[in-house]
């Protein structure tokens, strides 16, 4: 078997010599955001009021990394917007994608077990203890949205809006989430 999906964030921390940030050109830091190195950020990238850049990420080019929003030991793509109150945790997320605000990719379960992946159909013990996504390119995932680690997201595929998403996502797909409720009248 050839390398598996989740290797690169094994070895991340072997692409950094040193505790550097690295900025790419026409960059914009707001004050108020914080970058904890060895990270690398793209050129012509936005990294937002209150955001928090964690150690061990490289972020593409063109790459927006909003208000309040959170990356911990990621790989992003090129074009990359995590507009608001964003959390991506141990992932790597692929080019042109757009997270809605509010949507989480979850790196840690609750009974911090390791986490599972369902690949070709058979499911697989990645051994880490926090993993969250792999998401393709083209991808769309809506406000509120719940990616559960261990999830794998395929290409040009949308995620409407508060959906919760966990295992494995084909390529080309739309995730729809009906939610239903009940609207009762006061006693």
Wanted: charged share 15%.
């Amino acid at each position: 078997m050839g390398q598996l999906p989740w290797e690169p964030l094994v070895h991340l921390k072997e692409q950094f010599k040193n505790t550097d940030v690295v900025i790419g050109k026409n960059v914009t830091i707001h004050p108020s955001a914080v970058v904890e190195g060895p990270v690398i950020i793209g050129d012509n990238c936005v990294i937002g009021v209150g955001a928090y850049i964690r150690p061990y990420s490289i972020i593409g080019n063109n790459c927006v990394i909003g208000h309040a929003t959170e990356i911990k030991h990621c790989v992003l793509g090129d074009n990359v917007v995590l507009p608001h109150f964003n959390y991506v945790g141990d992932s790597i997320v692929g080019n042109n994608v757009h997270l809605g605000g509010g949507a989480v990719i979850a790196n840690y379960k609750s009974d911090g077990s390791t986490v599972s992946v369902e690949l070709d159909g058979k499911k697989m013990d990645t051994g880490l203890n926090k993993f969250g996504a792999i998401v393709g390119d083209h991808v769309e995932i809506g406000s509120g949205c719940i990616i559960n680690p261990g999830s794998m997201i395929g290409n040009n595929t949308t995620i409407y809006a508060g959906a919760i998403v966990r295992g494995s996502i084909p390529d080309n797909v739309i995730v729809k989430y009906k939610q239903t409720f009940e609207i009762v009248p006061k006693q």
